[in-house]
């Protein structure tokens, strides 16, 4: 079992940068991937990002504007946001699965997180 605890959400201006962390409990990161997703209202979850041990995988949409990292002895992931639009407005929601491998779909991970609001002004 693993609890996901999202903070750092809030509101921005457009071209500004904002970033994210996810609190994970319950094992630590080994043998873990985590992933990011963002969710407006009325729209489908879309991926945003994910990352292992070694790897990294984006979404085009935000590729070069976003990075995910992961801090293995803190349990923690992070998305670091730069060039925020505001189409990035969003519920943003962190996740994690069991394995090593990286991807993009909501249903190959087990456990996620409450969500955190991104608001990004014009």
């Known amino acids: 079992q693993v609890q996901l605890v999202e903070s750092g959400g809030g509101l921005v201006q457009a071209g500004g940068s904002l970033s994210l962390s996810c609190a994970a409990s319950g094992r630590t990161f080994n043998g873990v991937a985590m992933g990011w997703f963002r969710q407006v209202p009325g729209k489908e979850l879309e991926f945003v990002a994910a990352v292992s041990a070694f790897y990294t995988m984006y979404a085009d949409s935000v590729k070069g504007r976003f990075t995910v990292s992961r801090e293995d002895a803190k349990n923690t992931a992070h998305l670091q946001m730069k060039n925020l639009k505001p189409d990035d407005t969003a519920v943003y929601y962190c996740?994690?699965?069991?394995?090593?491998?990286?991807?993009?779909?909501?249903?190959?991970?087990?456990?996620w997180g409450q969500g955190t609001q991104v608001t990004v002004s014009s």
């Open positions: 996740a994690a699965r069991t394995g090593t491998l990286l991807r993009r779909s909501r249903e190959e991970y087990e456990w």
